[in-house]
């Protein structure tokens, strides 16, 4: 079936430090794969995307690599923000549907 | 400006009471999909439609039922709410591309409790 995993949180960071969040995921065929922020009292947004293995998707200073052999698709910045404080969902579309992980809260404190 | 609008933002209704929530959006996307989010479970889709027309379930179809008579609208109806449907719904359109999918513009969201 197809599934994904993302670490869990909340992640606490300081600003300007190093940010990784793992996202692994269970897929049949050639999925696209996703990462979207979601701010307090809002939608989802598109944060970022990859469609083939070996793909980086890349947005607002945050990147992401899809990785056929590990199946995985971590996102990663190199200096985050107070700003970037939010939500992160990691997705997979395959077969006409997405499948979203739980979500990965992250706080940045000044 | 391209935007997924879903009506209204905040319902408080009563069990039984049959309810809908709209959504529409203005960019021409085949794709829509309706979502519910609760604490712990993350986002769980209800229901989808690939074009006009053309729905199937998600992962948590009872109790929801869908339409999608218009490219630009894909209301959801609730015939018989419970409260074990109070939740965050969210609508999400995109666009797909011969090998996948462009990635959703998502609504604002509709905050739904039933008592």
């Known amino acids: 079936g197809n599934s994904v995993t993302q670490m869990e949180g909340p992640v606490t960071l300081s600003e300007e430090a190093f940010l990784t969040i793992n996202c692994t995921y269970t897929a049949t065929g050639y999925p696209s794969l996703f990462w979207y922020v979601q701010y307090p009292g809002e939608g989802l947004q598109l944060l970022l995307k990859?469609?083939?293995?070996?793909d980086k998707g890349s947005n607002k200073g945050f990147e992401a690599t899809y990785r056929k052999e590990t199946t995985s698709f971590h996102l990663e910045k190199g200096s985050v923000q107070v700003s970037d404080s939010a939500v992160y969902f990691c997705a997979l579309y395959n077969f006409n549907k997405f499948y979203f992980g739980s979500g990965t809260k992250l706080n940045v404190k000044p | 400006e391209a935007q997924v609008t879903q009506n209204p933002r905040y319902l408080i209704t009563v069990t039984g009471k049959k309810l809908t929530v709209t959504c529409s959006q203005n960019?021409?996307?085949?794709?829509m999909s309706w979502y519910r989010q609760d604490p712990g479970l993350g986002l769980r889709q209800i229901y989808y439609s690939m074009n006009v027309e053309v729905t199937d379930k998600g992962d948590v179809p009872e109790g929801y039922k869908v339409s999608r008579k218009e490219k630009r609208n894909f209301p959801l109806i609730l015939e018989s709410p419970s409260p074990n449907q109070t939740s965050l719904y969210f609508c999400a359109s995109s666009s797909l591309s011969p090998t996948g999918n462009y990635g959703y513009t998502f609504g604002s969201g509709t905050r739904l409790t039933v008592v």
């Open positions: 990859a469609t083939k293995a070996d």
């Open positions: 960019m021409n996307h085949e794709y």
